[in-house]
């Protein structure tokens, strides 16, 4: 079955998917049915849109009148995701939504809503989740391999710039021009990925994620942005696991994604620095090797799987239920924790690229990552107090009901 494919956003990660389309996929199991995007023209591929014939349409609702797709990409800025992925179900559509879904778990619920009326499909693309890699890792967790989980950490350092977060941007904003939520953070955007992950590796079955009870941690901007870039999470489950996310725009120091996922029979290591491999060793001294899950050949999965699961009616890997504990514990640290800003006396203005990181701040968040601590369990000057939520009794976000 060829999959008539429509694409919602045309630049910056929509460009993405057109790559991984252009490169990576058959070309006789799929069609681009149309690009939808309100600034197509700005697209470095506009021109060959034109060439090549494919329509474009300002809006899904413009497209739906005479048209119908099997699979709608969605790329486009968050605030924008949930009346889009409810469109493209109310017509006949399944979605492949990026990450975030939503802002707010209540978006989520909406979308479930109209997910039960219209028995569509509905993935979200956190692409780990779809990878081979994780997929395998995930498989050998539910069978027992590792045993139980006892600590699952997480250290990202990863600058972004002026331009990343200029002011007309939707990054670092926390509602857009019409009042509408965002919610942009470095824990719901560039590297949620890593958060997610932990929820996903540990979710009871492939489709599920583990969502955890407790959440202490603190949160920080080092620029004059509305949300925050640097995030130290540290959480429990309610049996003896806990998890720790430390993550920062604002490091002196570029560092890709790395884990430690320790188990009672087994540890595994990714450090991206240093190996494209996730590698697990075993207690009996055995090493497992799963593969590289952050090359593009394993991001297409997404789209591969997505295009499986319509053929053959199957869920997919990442879906709405899949991504409620990032969404929920995103939420509550939205909700609960006070964002500070880094004292003016740490902010060092870099040139190349052009922007603000935090003095000794990559040291500590990796310091924080090795010794399983919070920022102000480690009595740095910076720190504020951690606080501490508890999520069975977080049922709202800013007065919105969950339900
Ligand atoms: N999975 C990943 O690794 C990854 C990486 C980057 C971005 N993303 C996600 O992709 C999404 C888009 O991010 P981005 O960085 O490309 O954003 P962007 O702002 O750079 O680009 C968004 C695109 O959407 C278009 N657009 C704006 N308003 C629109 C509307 N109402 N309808 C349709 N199109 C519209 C813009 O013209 C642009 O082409 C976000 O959810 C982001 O988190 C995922």
Redesign the pocket.
Known sequence: MQIKIVL???????N?YLNLLENYIDKNSYVLEAI?????Q??VRYPEFKKQGIPTY??LDQFYMNNKADLVII????S??KE?VITALKNGSHVLC???LVPTLQDAYEIQKVMDETNRLLGV???WSFSNPIRRLKEDILKGIFGKPIFLKTHISWKRGDDYYNPD???GKIRDKRGEWVLDSIAT??T??YLHNIFFILGDSMEKSKMPKIIEGSVYRARDIESFDTCFIRGSFGDDSQFLYCATHAGEKNSDPQFIYEFEKGVVYFNQNENPNIIAKMEDGSIKDYGAPQSPDE?VYKILLMMDDIRYNRKPVCGLYTVLPHLKVCNAVFDYMDITSFDEKLRIREVNPAGYVIDGLYEDSLECYHKNKLPDEMGYSWANPSVKVNLDEVSSFRGIKFK
């Not at 790329?75 to 968050?78: K, N, V």
């Open positions: 919602v956003g045309a630049s910056g990660y929509g993405t939808i995007d309100p600034y197509v700005n697209a300002d809006t790329a486009s800025p968050i924008v995701h889009q990026e990450k975030p693309g956190f692409q941007a939707w990054e955007n560039a949620a990925h991001t």
